[in-house]
């Protein structure tokens, strides 16, 4: 699910039942900002650099066969299963190109997984196919059989029921909804109507000094961009009415079975989304809060209702929790993120990270789009305006910093400009001014060392101290070259 804002209305029984029955995390994050980037973060614990997936595409690795080969054995369903004994379920979307003939069709199950109903390829609400354990079963457009938020609330309610009482269970849910094609259940289609994407400072506002992407976009937008990104919000939190309905199912089916004060819950998102802001009309894989930050609520025993977290996280650390919740040793896996067991415990002196990578690599060719030509080669996701929301080069990598002193990002493009974006969020939470131009320059040179160091970090190296942290340490010698250039860091352009 795609946005941060849409804890404000449309969830209110998902805050209810779970926010306020355990901890909200406010600063949680994905180390990219798209849909199998993200998902495949979430499943290995690792950063995309290490799993390899970059983009929605088989050939950027999105249920490729490589992933299914190398990845899919070590995400933490699989380790539950194997070496926890856990019961694992799984409905919904789960990577955009599973389902591919290419990759093995619906056929395929992934390892981990005891129960599998998963859409075919990308989001949908109707006429869509589903794999159940590997043989494929046709929906229609019949709303009391077919809608798929309910079909998955009604597979998962009958797991409730004929699971097996003898061992542990995992279960994940994925449902599209809010993704794009929007379509709302019936009883919820004219919801919010009063509702309109927020206004906020950076909403249609040209992107001055930032990367050539952002600055392309046009400004002001037409009406008809505004009405349409609008009508989009809109129908992205009527799609959300019938998500906080399943979740109310589920609490209230553990409820009835006598399990849920022995359950986890974790709700959270894939990507963040934006609806205007620097004039980009709706999408996301950009490197700002609006897309990169989600939501992240978790209830379960041990965790005291009603709190709030501002500890740095990110959705590599979800696999880490649950495999710790589980008893499994997290020094046998590969993962880069931590468990977040002992924030959630309410663990005191408690050492945390102030850092994280986010890193994304556009999708595109290196040709000029027929329908814009003025544009540079290699856009995509083209709105009919020409306002192009990705691109080949948008390319980039980033450290989000949060500590006592800073609350910063630095961002790094693999493009001819090399452009480089840095943000003082405590002054400037919209981002409106980039300051690589005005920063101490002593500090950025620290932020790109550190930047360099995460980009080709694994497991435990992801977790060293960050440039704010007490056990810091720099040596502005790393930083040049035997010709005494600065060196900058490498972007991965090869696939396992």
Not at 14 to 31: D, H, N, Q, R
Not at 231 to 252: G, P
Not at 395 to 410: D, G, H, I
Not at 468 to 494: A, I
Request: aromatic share 12%; charged share 20%; hydrophobic share 35%.
């Amino acid at each position: 699910m795609d946005n941060y804002l849409l804890l404000q209305t449309p969830l209110k029984k998902t805050k209810a039942l779970i926010g306020e029955m355990g901890m909200t995390f406010s600063s949680a994050y994905v180390p990219s900002a798209l849909c199998c980037p993200s998902r495949a973060s979430i499943l290995t614990g690792k950063y995309p650099h290490n799993h390899h997936v970059v983009n929605n595409t088989l050939e950027g690795n999105c249920s490729s066969k490589s992933w299914q080969k190398i990845q899919e054995p070590n995400t933490f369903p699989a380790i539950l299963r194997s070496m926890c004994g856990y019961q694992t379920f799984f409905a919904g979307k789960y990577l955009n190109e599973y389902g591919a003939p290419d990759a093995g069709g619906l056929e395929h199950v992934p390892l981990g997984w005891s129960y599998w109903y998963a859409l075919e390829k990308n989001s949908k609400y109707y006429n869509y196919t589903l794999s159940i354990n590997g043989k494929a079963r046709k929906h229609g457009e019949n709303y009391s059989v077919d809608y798929l938020t309910d079909v998955l609330a009604n597979v998962s309610l009958d797991f409730l029921d004929y699971k097996s009482n003898f061992e542990p269970f995992f279960m994940m849910i994925a449902t599209p909804a809010p993704h794009s094609p929007w379509t709302a259940a019936p009883q919820y289609q004219k919801a919010f109507q009063n509702v309109f994407a927020p206004r906020n400072k950076n909403f249609n506002i040209h992107g001055t000094n930032k990367h050539w992407l952002i600055r392309q976009a046009k400004t002001p937008m037409t009406n008809s961009s505004i009405q349409f990104l609008d009508n989009a919000f809109r129908k992205r939190w009527q799609t959300l009415l019938s998500v906080d309905d399943l979740v109310e199912k589920l609490v209230k089916r553990l409820e009835f079975t006598g399990e849920l004060n022995n359950t986890y819950i974790f709700y959270t998102s894939d990507n963040g989304y934006h609806t205007g802001q620097f004039s980009l009309p709706i999408d996301k894989r950009q490197l700002y809060e609006f897309d990169i930050k989600v939501p992240l609520l978790v209830r379960g025993p041990g965790i005291k209702p009603n709190q709030t977290s501002k500890m740095l996280v990110a959705n590599i650390d979800l696999g880490p929790t649950i495999l710790d919740i589980a008893g499994y040793d997290l020094n046998k896996t590969q993962m880069d993120g931590m468990s977040l067991l002992p924030i959630l415990r309410g663990a005191s002196n408690l050492t945390w990270r102030s850092d994280v990578l986010v890193e994304y690599q556009g999708e595109g060719r290196n040709v000029t789009d027929p329908t814009c030509p003025s544009l540079s080669p290699g856009v995509s996701q083209c709105f009919p305006d020409c306002v192009c929301e990705d691109a080949y080069n948008n390319t980039y990598a980033c450290v989000r910093t949060m500590s006592a002193l800073w609350n910063l990002q630095y961002c790094e493009f693999d493009d001819q400009e090399v452009f480089v974006e840095v943000y003082n969020l405590t002054a400037d939470p919209d981002q409106i001014t980039n300051i690589a131009k005005t920063i101490d320059p002593e500090l950025l040179g620290k932020m790109n060392y550190r930047l360099m160091m995460l980009q080709s970090c694994s497991g435990p190296t992801c977790r060293t101290p960050g440039v704010f942290d007490p056990g810091y340490r720099f040596d502005p010698r790393l930083m040049f070259s035997n010709r005494g250039s600065v060196r900058t860091r490498r972007f991965s352009k090869h696939l396992l």
